[in-house]
């Protein structure tokens, strides 16, 4: 059983920054992957950006050049830099373990970007 706490959502202006960490209660360097998603209202939730046990890294295209997901694995952390945001990245972001085959998920923190 995985559990994960994230922190670090609120409001934001347009063009302003954010940094949301997760922290796991198991060693994150044996969780196959760790990520964020996000779900805005009326939408499905989307891969936002994670990293594989190999170190692998991938990005949704529309946040691109913008954040940066990085993990530390001393404290089983898993943080997302989020910079430059803009209006269309509300959402609820919920931090996600896939330790196959079982998949994890946080309660979510929000993050509201006002223009």
């Known amino acids: 059983q995985v559990q994960l706490v994230e922190s670090g959502g609120g409001l934001v202006q347009a063009g302003g920054s954010l940094r949301l960490s997760c922290a796991a209660s198991?060693?994150?360097?044996?969780?196959?992957?760790m990520g964020w998603y996000r779900q805005a209202p009326g939408k499905q939730r989307e891969l936002v950006a994670e990293i594989t046990i190999l170190g692998i890294i991938n990005y949704a295209d529309s946040v691109k050049g913008r954040f940066t997901i990085s993990s530390d694995n001393a404290k089983n952390t898993v943080d997302l830099q989020m910079n430059s945001l803009k209006p269309e990245d509300t959402a609820i972001y919920y931090c996600?373990?896939?330790?196959?085959?079982?998949?994890?998920w946080g309660q979510g923190t929000q993050v509201t970007v006002s223009s």
């Open positions: 198991v060693r994150i360097s044996s969780i196959n992957a």
């Open positions: 996600n373990a896939q330790d196959w085959p079982r998949g994890y």
